[in-house]
């Protein structure tokens, strides 16, 4: 199994540009997570699908954060538009039937905004 | 409002000693407990689960202990090899799955 897929594994933009994240969920996981990593507030859930549906999007920063997932296995992080203060690693993580069952995380997006 | 610490942002130990995480929380809805590790440049992966049911759940060299009067959750790892140097994190999740993770500890194991 590949695992968790997320592209790109790095990314430089401007601020004001569109930044798109994306992952690929482990075959067969049914619930897909994005996380932010920084220092200041280490891993924070920014939302949470099952089967394909926004299950719980508190913790995405604000309105220029927005994510779907349009079928089992591909889900994108759209940032618009990009701040330095979005600088962070993204993670994507997949799991069997939600957060309580262990979580495969991706090796992340770095992401810096110039 | 941070509902999960890890109290001490890092922790040396020498090869072949026990290394003692520890985590506090402070909501009692936590239901399920978790420890990850995780190296740098990739993403975190799973070490070991307890659920709010036991106190105390065992795998190889880890084990997980849960005290939940004093909201107390450990990671002991023993021995402490080489290749246990990564940063730890506690993740805490409710009924609902979100997990909650604390700041994580960075583990060096000197030779």
């Known amino acids: 199994d590949a695992g968790v897929i997320q592209s790109p594994r790095h990314e430089v933009t401007e601020m004001g540009q569109e930044v798109t994240l994306r992952c690929k969920p482990i075959?067969?996981?049914?619930?897909l997570f994005w996380y932010r990593q920084t220092m200041m507030r280490g891993l924070e859930l920014l939302i949470y699908f099952n089967n394909n549906v926004p299950i719980d999007d508190s913790g995405m920063p604000e309105d220029r954060f927005s994510a779907k997932m349009p079928n089992a296995s591909f889900s994108t992080l759209k940032i618009q538009p990009s701040e330095p203060r979005d600088s962070a690693v993204y993670f994507c993580?997949?799991?069997?039937?939600?957060?309580?069952?262990?979580?495969?995380f991706g090796p992340g997006t770095r992401l810096t905004v110039l | 409002d941070q509902q999960v610490k890890q109290n001490s942002p890092s922790l040396s130990v020498q090869e072949g000693r026990i290394s003692i995480l520890n985590c506090d929380y402070t909501n009692s809805m936590f239901d399920y407990f978790l420890w990850y590790k995780k190296y740098p440049a990739e993403g975190p992966t799973f070490l070991i689960s307890i659920s709010s049911i036991k106190d105390k759940n065992e795998d190889g060299r880890f084990t997980v202990f849960l005290n939940k009067s004093a909201k107390h959750l450990s990671l002991h790892i023993v021995p402490s090899q080489p290749g246990d140097s990564a940063v730890y994190f506690c993740a805490l999740t409710d009924s609902w799955g979100k997990l909650q993770f604390g700041a994580g500890t960075q583990v060096v194991v000197t030779p």
């Open positions: 993580a997949s799991s069997l039937n939600g957060g309580a069952n262990e979580q495969f």
């Open positions: 075959s067969g996981h049914n619930s």
